[in-house]
Structures are given as C-alpha cells and as structure tokens.
C-alpha cells in the first residue's frame, strides 16, 4: 500500500525523484520509431509532462505526517505564509491549498495512462481535454490504437481544418439553429460558426479549442477543468466543468463531467472521438464495421444543413434502423442526403425512449427535471451501442446516462478540392506527410448526449437543457473492448 510508503522524510527526496520522471518525456520522435506500440507501461510511472504537469514544487519549511483528510491520504506541511497546507500524494498534482505548487501551464503536453491490469493505455491532451491515442488489442493480441488523430499534438490547435479530433465538445455540442435560443423570454445570440448559418460545438472558441487545467491525475486517472467565463461565445452565466477520464481493468475507459453555472445556460457536452476499429490495419473503411444500437427506436430528421426540423420519426422501415446489429454497408446506399444535401453517410442524432434502466417519468413533473447529479450513476443497466469490426476482431460497447447517440460516419472528412485532407497518425499506418491520409467513411464519431438542438425544440421534445444554480449538469458514458470472431461471437477478454 502507498500509504505506508510515505512518511515525513519521503517527501523531500520525492520532489526530485519527480522531476527525473518528468525529464524522461517520450519524444515525438521515439513515439515514431516505435510505429504501432503503444507508449509502454515502463514510461509510465503515471504520466510524463515535461516538468511542467506533476512537477510538485510545495515550498512547504517544516514538513507535517501524512494523515487521512477526508478519507485520503494528504501529506502537507507549513507553507511560506505560516499557514498549514495539505495535498493528497496520491495525485501527482498539489492541490489548491498547495500554494507554492506549480501549476500545470503547457496545455499540449501528453499524458499517458494505463489501467492497472495494463489491458488499455490511452493519451490525453490538456488542450480540448482531448485523447490523442488509445490502446486495446485485437483478436490476435496485438495492441492497436483505434482513434484518430495528430502525432504533432500542436497540431490540434493549428490545423486549419480542425475535424475535432477525440475533444470534450461544449458549452453545446452539436448546432444550434441560426445561432439563435430563447431562455425565459430573453433571447441570446452565438457565433454563426458554422458557414454563417448555425453555431457548431459552442461557437468559435468552444471547448474543443480551449485549453483545460489538469485537476487531478494519477496512473489510470485525469481530471480536466475548464472555467468558462460569463457571456463567451455569446452564453451567459460563468460555467466551471469537469471532465474525469479514468482507464480500468478489463478495457474500460470511463468518462465523467460535470459542470455547474451560476446563471440558467444552455449545457450539452459530450466526447467527440473518431473511431476505427481496425486502426486502418486491414481496411481503410467503416462501411463493414457492424453496429446496434438496441434501443434507438427513433431519430431526428435534419434538414438539408443538418438542421433538426422538429420531427421525430421512428427508424423502423428507414436507413436508421440499427436497432439489429448489421453493417453500415448494409443501409449505405440508401443514405443519400443523410448527412446533408448531396451527402452519403450519417451524421445523425438517433434518440432512444427507453433506455434500459432508465426511467424518464421524472420528466414528466410539473417541478424541473431532477438535477442531473442526482442521478448520477444512473445509467443504461445494458450496453445501448455496440459496434465491432470482424477483422480486427475488436468490439465497443457503450453505456451511457444519455438518451440519444450522434453517428457520424467521416463523411466529408476528406475533400481534397475544398478545405483538404488529413495525415493518418503514424499508429494509423502514416507518415507524417499527405501520402497516407483519413479517407471518407474511414471513420466514425460517436456522441452520447441529449437530443441536438433541444434548447429550440424544449416543449414539442419535452427536453430541459438549461442548468444554473441547483442544477447542476452531468454526463456519464462507460466504453468496454473485448474481442469478438469473425462473426461477432464473443471470444471472452
Ligand atoms: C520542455 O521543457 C524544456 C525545458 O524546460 C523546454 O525547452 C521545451 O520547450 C519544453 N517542451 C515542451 C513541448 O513543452
Ligand atoms: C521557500 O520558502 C522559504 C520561506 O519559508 C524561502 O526562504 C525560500 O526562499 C523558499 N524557497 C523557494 C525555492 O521558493
Ligand atoms: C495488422 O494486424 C495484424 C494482426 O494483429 C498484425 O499481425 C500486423 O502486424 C498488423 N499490421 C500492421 C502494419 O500493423
Ligand atoms: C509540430 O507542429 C507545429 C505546428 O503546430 C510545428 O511548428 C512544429 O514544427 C511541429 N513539430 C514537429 C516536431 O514536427
Ligand atoms: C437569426 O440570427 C440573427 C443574428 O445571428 C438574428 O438577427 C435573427 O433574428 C435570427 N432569426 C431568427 C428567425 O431567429
Ligand atoms: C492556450 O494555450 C496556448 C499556449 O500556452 C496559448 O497560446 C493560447 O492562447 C491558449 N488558448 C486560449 C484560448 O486561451
Ligand atoms: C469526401 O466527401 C466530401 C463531401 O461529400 C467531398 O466533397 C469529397 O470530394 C469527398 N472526397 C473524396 C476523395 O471523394
């Protein structure tokens, strides 16, 4: 147990040994070497931030015995202000009552991650709070890394096409209609970002381009914050959020955030990962992945500018009936004009009304819907998308306290006479150059959130996207790998 471990006279001599840890950064340039390795457990003594993330400098002159604060574990001492300070060791970062520590300020620093039974590694990005890599392995026990992304993690923020590579998407994912919603009788205005008709993702600075602080960290676990100040991006009320990404036993990667505003404020925020299954192994497409999603009985019809019109239909007898598990392939080409005006593919919201294990008779109340914290770890008692690719052998299943999925299938990811394409991460089979490239419908974004747009749509959609004092917001996804044959048996873990 660490606990033992530490006592009084450690903690000198663990503030340099940080230090060492933090010098040891993986280069770029070794991650390239090593194509399709996944960064190895041995450079992960918890994370590796180039001194600046984890660097504990506590400035504390006479030193305290570690003691339980709160049911953990803080060491602590007196500070230069004559004032006792405590921080929980357990993380690498001092806690706010540290006041000499250093923050964490580069914000496109990796961190790496493991579980504890090394069954899933995974890369985060202060910058958007992003996941730049993420390891499981395949049906043959090979590691591969199954989102897209950039190698160069500045990347992230200069790329001029911006596809929103694995970033928290917010203060409001997806669009909203002219930029245009309605609280109370006041109406609020937001940035047109999207070909000056609609607001996409929370405006022109959401928080996919915002640099999140690091909460908390530890050796399977990081806590992003973002504090959002009153009237950006045209919202009011200051916004503080939390994203916690935790890497457990079993392949899982769990996904928490919430946040809170001190004024009434639209609040939709999800995880924007572009997947593929077979980190374009063996086929560079998403059409043969198979994917079900059980209980997505209906779906939101969009206009021709991915607009939501109103209507809900059901997905019975229409290319959004995955309610069977069957390829994207299989419904393809009746996706003409899906996602969008001469568009094939999806980029589609498909709503579930009765996710398992979650009622919505709350919503029906003449009071506010409950807070969402309330319900935390409420979730869909059963796996509501499944998704895996009979190649690699690698399937996803996600639970989730959401009740819609936004599908993207990378549609237009690649237009090399419009905005252009992109470099496949080295993982991905690239080389840093145009040569190899993320192809159209070579990829898919999946969204666990509410039903896009329903700050527009609150009273004939019954939904409630307003949070402020008292109510506070909250999201919960839980994402499993495992391994399927060829058929999508399950082959156990
Ligand atoms: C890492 O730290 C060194 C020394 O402090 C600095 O020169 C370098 O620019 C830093 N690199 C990054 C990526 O922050
Ligand atoms: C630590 O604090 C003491 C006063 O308590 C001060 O004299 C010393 O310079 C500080 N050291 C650093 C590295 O800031
Ligand atoms: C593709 O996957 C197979 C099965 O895991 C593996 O043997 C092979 O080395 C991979 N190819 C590349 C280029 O990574
Ligand atoms: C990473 O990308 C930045 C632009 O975002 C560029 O200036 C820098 O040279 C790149 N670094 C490497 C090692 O390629
Ligand atoms: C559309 O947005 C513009 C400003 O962005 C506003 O002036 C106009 O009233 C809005 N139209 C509707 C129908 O809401
Ligand atoms: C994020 O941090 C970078 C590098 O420190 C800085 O250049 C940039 O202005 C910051 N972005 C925002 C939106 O604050
Ligand atoms: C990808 O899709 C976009 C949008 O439909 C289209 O403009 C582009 O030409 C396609 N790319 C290729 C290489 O066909």
Known sequence: MRARLLTAPFLPLLLPLLSVVSSSTVPLAAAAAAAADPPSSKEIPGFVNNGTVGSLVCNLSKLIKPHRVGGVVAVGGVGGDGQKHFFNYQSTIAGLDCPESKPPTYPFNEIHLASKDDSIRATFVPYGALISQLWVKDRYG??????????????????????NFGPIVGRYANRIRNGTFTYQGRTYHTPLNENGLDTLHGGLVGYDRSNFTVKSLDSDSVTFEIRDPDGNQGFPGNVVANVKYSLGSGS??????????DSFTPLMLSSHVYWNLEAYNETSTILDHVLEMKYADKYVETDSILIPTGKLPEVQGTPFDFRKAKSFRSLFDRTEGVCGYGCKGWDSCFVMSHPPGLTQQDEDDDDRQPSSRDLQNRMTSKPVLEMHSPKSGIKLSVQTDQPAIQIYTCDGISSPKGKGSLPRKRSHGGDGSLSKIY??????????????????????????????????YSW???YTFSNVDEQGRDLGV
């Open 439 to 472: 192809e159209n419908h070579s990829c898919v974004v999946i969204e666990m959130e509410d039903y896009i747009d329903g700050i527009n749509h609150q009273q004939e959609w019954n939904r409630d996207q307003f949070y402020g004092p008292g109510r506070p």
């Open 142 to 163: 090979n590691w591969r890394d199954l989102v897209l992304g950039f190698d160069n993690t500045t990347n992230y923020a200069t790329d001029g096409i911006h596809p």
């Open 252 to 261: 899982v990667w769990e996904i928490e955030m919430e946040a809170e505003s």
């Open 476 to 478: 919960r996804s839980v």
